[in-house]
């Protein structure tokens, strides 16, 4: 299937949306992390969880070889609309995703705006 061309624009549009999933569901894991640890300090110290600390840790994406994002921002689009369906199941990244999903309506309205974006 040939996936549709995205003007500058829509890029644009995309990559803030992205942005604004992943800061609410960064957003959401630090609640969970302070009430289970307590407050953190700092953002120093919250970059430091995010970057290294196994509460933060979803899955390991970044180790997988994903040649379709290789492909141009057309498998990039098809990979974030699979990656970004939510699934019930053992895959650490769906179950999270999933689960943030049902506790965080800034999780929901920012995965909205993203899969309107997406097409879907």
Same mark, same amino acid.
């Given at each position: 299937?040939?996936?549709?061309? /995205?003007?500058?624009?829509?890029?644009?549009? !995309?990559?803030?949306?992205?942005?604004r999933l992943?800061?609410? /569901?960064?957003?959401?894991? =630090?609640?969970g992390?302070?009430?289970?640890?307590?407050?953190?300090?700092?953002?120093?110290?919250? !970059?430091?969880?995010? !970057?290294?600390?196994?509460?933060?840790?979803?899955?390991?994406?970044?180790? =997988?070889?994903?040649?379709?994002?290789?492909? @141009?921002?057309? @498998?990039?689009?098809?990979? /974030?609309?699979?990656?970004?369906?939510?699934?019930?199941?053992?895959?650490?990244?769906? =179950? =999270?995703?999933?689960?943030?999903?049902?506790?965080?309506?800034?999780?929901?309205?920012a995965?909205?705006?993203?899969?309107?974006? /997406?097409?879907?």
């Open positions: 299937m040939h996936e549709p061309r /995205l003007t500058r624009a829509e890029v644009h549009q !995309l990559s803030k949306a992205l942005l992943h800061k609410a /569901l960064l957003d959401g894991e =630090r609640v992390y302070e009430r289970t640890h307590g407050r953190i300090a700092s953002n120093g110290e919250f !970059l430091q969880l995010v !970057l290294g600390h196994e509460d933060f840790a979803w899955d390991d994406l970044a180790d =997988r070889d994903d040649t379709s994002a290789a492909d @141009g921002i057309g @498998g990039l689009t098809a990979s /974030l609309r699979t990656l970004l369906t939510p699934v019930d199941g053992d895959e650490a990244f769906g =179950r =999270r995703y999933q689960e943030a999903l049902q506790h965080n309506p800034d999780v929901v309205l995965h909205g705006a993203v899969r309107n974006l /997406l097409g879907g």
